[in-house]
């Protein structure tokens, strides 16, 4: 499981990737909650899958530039090629489409 949390104003946002096949929401999809305790263990579910079913993310990563939060995401997804995805947010919970980042490097999760 891989998780993110990033504190706007009065709440925080979890960013947490499902990784249980077992469940609806399916394997590498983003789930986005909230709370105005870090230590609350009830979270208000805001979105259960970010992107559709075309991406199977990892390693959540967001940081602020400007009035706009940046999301980067690993796709090991055979279908969209992999690599690190980004989609932009005013508001942490609705998200552009994600869009392959370029580098002349092969950018993954963990390297």
């Given at each position: ?5 990033i ?7 979890l960013f ?11 394997v ?6 909230r ?14 899958d ?6 199977q993310f ?19 997804a ?18 552009t ?7 002349s ?7």
């Amino acid at each position: 499981m891989d998780s993110f949390i990033i504190k706007d104003g009065n709440f925080y946002y979890l960013f947490d990737v499902h990784e249980d096949s077992n469940t609806s929401i399916g394997v590498g999809k983003i789930g986005i909650y909230r709370s105005e305790n870090l230590f609350s263990e009830n979270w208000d579910a805001l979105r259960t899958d970010s992107f559709g079913n075309n991406y199977q993310f990892e390693g959540v990563s967001i940081c602020k530039i400007g009035s706009r939060y940046h999301m980067y995401v690993d796709d090991y997804a055979v279908n969209s090629g992999g690599g690190i995805w980004c989609s932009t947010s005013s508001n942490l919970v609705n998200w552009t489409a994600p869009f392959k980042t370029q580098s002349s490097y092969e950018l993954r999760h963990g390297s």
